[in-house]
């Protein structure tokens, strides 16, 4: 069956511009996550939804950052006045529920560099 | 706030040994322990986990062995294959947030 898919799978831009990154979760999954990846680094946790809802959005690192899933199914990531310091992978994963233990599925990810 | 480290940036085995990747973490409020495996250029799949309650699972040629006192744990490989060549991640949960490791790469040679 399809696995979680992102688009695009990698984008260019130039500091100050405003970025959307998109995820399709598995189908049914009701528990989908955004991660950021910077070189050498393990992915860091960004947000989490339970269904439309951010259950946790602990991990975005300032008011930049904003995603929404507003019919539970695909979520996007935006990123506005993008800086330097933004470019890493971003991935995303999905997960049939959010219970304990529940395994994430993660996509290929989103190469984002910022010049 | 690095919660969870894997202090060995590689890890360089042959082919039919046992290779044992490590893992520590800090807070001991983590619920789930797993290890992913990643690829270049594909996302991170999941490979096995341990449920905090136990201190060991095994699938196949993998086992997680978990020591809740020393808050360490680790994945070992028996045997190696060259297809086991890639970076994996160590990642503690507490409740549905992971915290993942900075990986260790695995290279297992023919």
């Known amino acids: 069956g399809a696995g979680v898919s992102q688009t695009p799978s990698n984008k260019v831009t130039e500091k100050g511009k405003y970025v959307e990154l998109r995820c399709d979760p598995i189908s049914g999954h009701t528990a989908l996550y955004w991660y950021r990846q910077s070189l050498g680094q393990g992915p860091e946790f960004l947000i989490y939804f339970q269904g439309t809802g951010a259950a946790d959005d602990s991990g975005l690192p300032n008011d930049r950052f904003f995603a929404v899933r507003p019919e539970g199914s695909v979520s996007t990531l935006k990123i506005q006045r993008t800086e330097r310091g933004d470019s890493a992978v971003y991935l995303c994963?999905?997960?049939?529920?959010?219970?304990?233990?529940?395994?994430?599925?993660f996509g290929p990810g989103t190469r984002l560099l910022v010049l | 706030d690095q919660q969870v480290k894997q202090n060995s940036p590689s890890l360089s085995v042959q082919e039919g040994r046992i290779s044992i990747l490590n893992c520590d973490y800090t807070?001991?409020?983590?619920?789930?322990f797993l290890w992913y495996k990643k690829y270049p250029a594909e996302g991170p799949t999941f490979l096995i986990s341990?449920?905090?309650?136990?201190d060991k699972n095994e699938d196949g040629r993998f086992t997680v062995f978990l020591n809740k006192s020393a808050k360490h744990l680790s994945l070992h490989i028996v045997p190696s294959q060259p297809g086991d060549s890639a970076v994996y991640f160590c990642a503690a949960s507490l409740i549905q947030t992971m915290r993942f490791g900075a990986g260790t790469r695995l290279t297992v040679k023919p």
């Open positions: 807070n001991s409020m983590f619920d789930y």
């Open positions: 341990i449920s905090s309650i136990k």
């Open positions: 994963a999905s997960s049939l529920s959010s219970g304990r233990g529940e395994t994430q599925y």
